[in-house]
C-alpha cells in the first residue's frame, strides 16, 4: 500500500547541531508539506512543494530549509538547531497540481525533535 | 488572513453521549475548503472530512455528522453515541483557493476525552 513515512521517529540533539529529518511518500503525490505541532498553536506551515526543484517558504520558515530533488522525498533540514525548535514534525503529501493545499493532504507520523 | 477558531479546548462527556465539537473560520475568499483531522493518543493525523465552501450540504458518516454553516461561517462536528475509540485531538482546518496564498489553517485543536 502507498504510504508517507518520516524518520527518525525520535531525534535529541544538541543547539547549533545540523539535523535533517527525512520523509517519503510512495503515493507519487506532487505536493508535500512540512508542519510543526505545538501546544497552543495546532499545527503551522515551515515549508511547502509543489513539485520537484520547487520549494516555497511557509508560515514558520527561519531557521529551516528544504530541497525537493525527487517526487518521494522532502527532507527537512535544521540548519543550526535551537531549544526552539523542539517541536513534533509532521510531513503531508497531497496529490495535484498548482492549488495544492486546496487537496486533501495526508499526514505522516510524525518525528519528535528535542533541542537540549 | 485566514483564520480558524476553536473555542473548546478540552471536552469530556460519558460514553453513548452524543458531542458537537465547534469551528468557527475567518477568510476573504468565496472559494474554500475545510476539513476536519483526528490525532488519536498514537499520535498520527488522519483525515476524517473534506468541504467546499459551495456545497453547504450536512453529511453523515456513520456516527460522524457535520454542520456546515456559511451564514455564521461554522463547520461543526457532532459525534452521535460516543466511544472511548473517538477519544482524540480533533483539528479543523481551512485552506484558501487564492493563488499565491496556498497554505491550510489549522484550529489549535479540541481534546476529546469519552469517559466509560
Known amino acids: 500500500d502507498a504510504e508517507i513515512t518520516q524518520s527518525p521517529r525520535h531525534k535529541i540533539t544538541e543547539t547549533g547541531r545540523q539535523v535533517t529529518l527525512a520523509c517519503h511518500q510512495t503515493w507519487n503525490h506532487n505536493n508535500m508539506f512540512w508542519y510543526r505541532q505545538d501546544l497552543g498553536h495546532g499545527l503551522r506551515l515551515i515549508h511547502y512543494?509543489?513539485?520537484?526543484?520547487?520549494?516555497n517558504k511557509g508560515e514558520v520558515s527561519d531557521g529551516y530549509s528544504v530541497s525537493r530533488s525527487n517526487t518521494e522525498d522532502l527532507p527537512l533540514t535544521l540548519e543550526s538547531a535551537a531549544s526552539s525548535q523542539t517541536s513534533v514534525y509532521f510531513c503531508a503529501s497531497s496529490a495535484s497540481g498548482r492549488r495544492a493545499n486546496t487537496d486533501t493532504q495526508y499526514f505522516g507520523p510524525g518525528t519528535r525533535l528535542t533541542v537540549l | 488572513a485566514q483564520k480558524v477558531t476553536q473555542a473548546q479546548t478540552e471536552i469530556s462527556v460519558v460514553e453513548k453521549e452524543d458531542v458537537t465539537l465547534d469551528c468557527v473560520y475567518e477568510?476573504?475568499?468565496?472559494?474554500?475548503?475545510l476539513f476536519w483531522y483526528k490525532q488519536p493518543p498514537s499520535g498520527e493525523l488522519v483525515f476524517l472530512i473534506r468541504r467546499n465552501s459551495f456545497d453547504e450540504q450536512n453529511e453523515i458518516s456513520g456516527r460522524y455528522s457535520w454542520n456546515f454553516q456559511k451564514s455564521t461561517s461554522s463547520f461543526n462536528f457532532t459525534i452521535t453515541a460516543s466511544q472511548v475509540v473517538d477519544s482524540a485531538v480533533y483539528f479543523c482546518?481551512?485552506?484558501?483557493?487564492?493563488?499565491?496564498?496556498?497554505?491550510?489553517?489549522f484550529g489549535t485543536g479540541t481534546r476529546l476525552t469519552i469517559i466509560p
Open positions: 512543494s509543489y513539485g520537484v526543484q520547487d520549494t
Open positions: 477568510t476573504r475568499d468565496t472559494t474554500y475548503y
Open positions: 482546518a481551512l485552506s484558501e483557493e487564492n493563488f499565491g496564498n496556498e497554505k491550510l489553517t
